[in-house]
């Protein structure tokens, strides 16, 4: 089975409800709290083995990192996250220094990002080390973006340089939440994901919800120097790594080519933020234009849970 | 470590907000979504080896399972339950017909009680099926029922018969929702709680947060039959299983005497739904009158995770 068509499993079966506005299948689900307000929710389950590696990392980083995932998902409808609970299986016989430091990591993002954590689950088992964090967020009086509203003809922008996260970024980078909320009050962003399956993965998700393609030009992809070093050793091309390395929790958006311009140039964002990396079209193909003119047709790479991954070259 | 310690270290260091009502320390934490509004946010997390057997037990019961704890959680509040997001990982290989199967577990309580699941995360490790559930919960214009309101001279109340649950009822218990916003309805509870770690542990817990002792009756200790047949495999007592053993998912509550007549004679309820164990005494002790007269102190007993778990008879 694989993580994608599992979900599609799940969610055709989901029911409609009046207090629900949005359900499975973006970065959050959307909640009816009262009349005028929205509640935003998501989850995000990380594992020793799979997410994050003990052996090489220190645990502080790994409490961090859960709840960065969390504040991009929230980013990614440019929304703000308020609080959060948070769960952790122990490995039995976790030492109290061990399970503190964890916190040390929770703490200090989430008191950098204004994040109460107010409770959670502390078990303990025969397995690697686990955390799940829920993360609420609110609406601000501004419309959550969803993945579902790319239009034909719409810009594609992502910020900051894509791939090889694994080299460092997927522990130390900082969730867009102040780009994603500047994004929805001044811009009328059209689409929004946040990076964390792969480019071509997270675009996918976006034409798949919003039945449009894609064009993207090569040589704007912004190849970040994680993917360049990286590719030294895997001996695929650095354009492959920013192409489907995951967890690069940067925002992918769409929006009309005018907006797309004033947004580039806005003194809001620090220059270089975006990248405009190609253009939504009619279809459901995801192309590529290389610098020689030639289109060729790519497909959404990535790491998809409960599949073993498979990589080809684009 | 022990689990209570260490959740006690993070509640010392957790941050006043104003937007959070009650944080960690209770079956949910509050937030304020709006002027009016409270939102219950509770989280639990369930492993293979801990908390249940795959060898022994159906996957699909286990889907139940996450999802019955977490609204017990919401009744021991007085509330009622809304929606919920799941996080699983399952092992890696698993067959989709067994994640299927989960599924339909949580479906199945979900439906009956009119939870909507609206999003999750499902990943795959070198891990034990370890499922997290983070359910929300909606005040309908009542105040939720904390742990911290018992009174002296409290009666304390329980739902059910206790003790042996390990033999099926942790799995097919009925969580006691109905119970839990009619008693937040109509009668002036002070403190509720669910019974998950054991009948004396949670009791400890609304003491401890009450600031107050109690005296419990050993005659008036709804045992159950599960008790029974169990101390016959354990060589424990039945009493000692109706005190100590964990997830009957009862509610256990004090209010005042001349409430806790009502409660017990309210056609509201089924017949037998409550049994008076003992009332709230000044002091913190926890005692317990025997048929004979005497009164010892007995010690919360019951699971606690991260603890090598130390069971003696009371």
Redesign the interface.
């Known amino acids: 089975?694989g993580?994608f068509s599992?979900?599609e499993?799940?969610r055709k079966?989901?029911?409609r409800?009046k207090?629900?506005a949005l359900?499975?299948g973006d970065d959050?689900?959307l909640?009816n709290?009262?009349a005028?307000?929205l509640?935003l929710?998501?989850?995000?389950?990380?594992?020793?083995?799979?997410?994050f590696d003990l052996k090489r990392c220190a645990v502080r980083d790994v409490g961090r990192k859960a709840i960065a995932c969390s504040i991009s998902d929230v980013a990614a409808m440019g929304c703000r996250a308020?609080?959060a609970?948070?769960?952790?299986?122990?490995p039995n016989n976790?030492?109290?220094s061990f399970?503190?430091e964890l916190?040390k990591g929770i703490?200090g993002i989430a008191?950098k990002y204004g994040i109460?954590?107010?409770?959670?689950?502390?078990?303990?088992?025969?397995?690697?080390l686990?955390i799940?964090v829920?993360m609420?967020g609110?609406d601000e009086g501004l419309k959550p973006i969803r993945r579902s509203g790319a239009r034909v003809g719409d810009a594609i922008l992502v910020t900051g340089k894509l791939g090889g996260s694994i080299l460092g970024k997927h522990f130390n980078f900082e969730p867009r939440i102040r780009e994603g909320v500047l994004l929805n009050k001044h811009f009328a962003v059209h689409a929004m994901i946040d990076i964390s399956d792969g480019l071509t993965a997270d675009l996918n998700h976006i034409l798949e919800e919003s039945h449009v393609g894609a064009m993207l030009y090569e040589e704007r992809i912004p190849i970040s120097e994680a993917s360049v070093e990286l590719a030294r050793k895997t001996g695929n091309t650095p354009l492959y790594h920013a192409l489907s390395d995951g967890e690069d929790y940067e925002l992918l958006l769409t929006l009309s080519g005018g907006q797309a311009k004033k947004a580039i140039a806005s003194p809001l964002f620090e220059k270089g933020t975006f990248s405009c990396i190609g253009e939504i079209v009619a279809g459901k193909k995801m192309q590529m234009k290389c610098p020689d003119g030639r289109v060729r047709r790519i497909k959404p790479l990535g790491y998809e849970?409960?599949k073993s991954p498979v990589r080809k070259r684009p």
Chains 1, 2 share one sequence.
């Open positions: 089975m993580e599992f979900i499993w799940i079966r989901q029911k409800r207090d629900v359900g499975i959050c689900a909640i709290v009262s005028d307000k509640c929710i998501t989850t995000d389950m990380l594992i020793d083995g799979t997410h308020t609080v609970v948070v769960s952790v299986c122990f976790t030492p109290e399970a503190r916190y703490w008191d109460g954590i107010v409770g959670g689950d502390t078990i303990s088992g025969d397995s690697p686990c799940n829920t609420l609110r849970h409960l």
